[in-house]
């Protein structure tokens, strides 16, 4: 067998499993569940709010009291900056993920979330849950 016949067969075999693998790759082994119906909650924060009088951060706006909210079902949450003379923006343009939890109705986000917050205006807190 000449190293052309091997080559030629060794393509044959790798786009079998390719053609095999991208038929089963879209299967999902649990069916998806439906949540309804989902309340969404917006809490807003002005620098008054979340600077205290000292110029330190607030951490009090990092803990969200959410009687209604289940444990076994995770909030989706976004934070929305607005700068100064600026448009909102979100922190997943800039980051993987937020970072928080949640336990009995509270959700303690993460103070790394607020990274920048000296500079910020404004912050939204969406909380879909």
Avoid: H
Wanted: with cysteine.
């Amino acid at each position: 067998m000449t190293n052309l016949e091997v080559i030629f067969r060794l393509q044959i075999i790798i786009r079998f499993f390719l053609l095999l693998s991208f038929s089963f790759c879209q299967e999902s082994s649990s069916k998806p569940k439906t949540f309804s119906p989902l309340t969404k909650k917006v809490y807003n924060f002005s620098k008054l709010d979340f600077v205290t009088s000292e110029g330190e951060f607030n951490e009090a706006i990092c803990t969200l009291t959410i009687p209604d909210l289940i444990s076994d079902s995770p909030p989706f949450i976004a934070i929305y900056y607005r700068r100064e003379n600026s448009q909102w923006f979100t922190e997943s343009l800039y980051r993987k993920r937020l970072r928080f939890s949640f336990k009995n109705g509270v959700i303690k986000l993460d103070r790394s979330n607020f990274w920048d917050w000296f500079e910020i205006e404004e912050i939204k807190i969406v909380v879909i849950y």
